[in-house]
């Protein structure tokens, strides 16, 4: 959808800005390796608690890593999805600057959620009746 609107270039500098962004933040400072071994054990660690060298190796640890990872791509999508408002950032600019152009969906939200709250009571509505 980027591609379409914007281009295959443009598309490329915002995914290379955030790569490189989310590098410099969580890569480069070890912050994304730190998390990982805080709550997966190292071998060494594993090896030195004599009894539990097993335990969670297999099904435990490894889903930890997984919810890690998603945890990271979320971010990285996250600092995706920023620098991709920047990218419209200028045209916002620009037609809020033009000359007869307003905000005029306020009163057509009003209405519209006047309409939404026309069939539901309130809670003060149940309580005073």
Not at 77 to 102: D, Y
Request: aromatic share 16%.
């Amino acid at each position: 959808m980027v591609v379409s609107y914007l281009g295959k270039e443009k598309d490329a500098e915002i995914r290379h800005t955030a790569t490189a962004w989310f590098d410099r933040l969580f890569v480069r400072t070890g912050v994304k390796d730190r998390v990982y071994r805080y709550f997966i054990p190292s071998e060494h660690e594993r090896q030195s608690s004599i009894g539990f060298q097993d335990i969670g190796r297999e099904n435990l640890f490894p889903f930890i890593a997984a919810r890690i990872q998603v945890l990271w791509d979320s971010v990285y999508q996250s600092m995706r999805r920023f620098f991709l408002m920047l990218a419209w950032w200028p045209a916002i600019l620009i037609l809020t600057k033009l000359p007869g152009f307003r905000l005029r969906g306020w009163r057509f939200l009003e209405a519209f959620q006047h309409e939404i709250h026309q069939g539901i009571p309130t809670v003060e509505a149940q309580v005073a009746g």
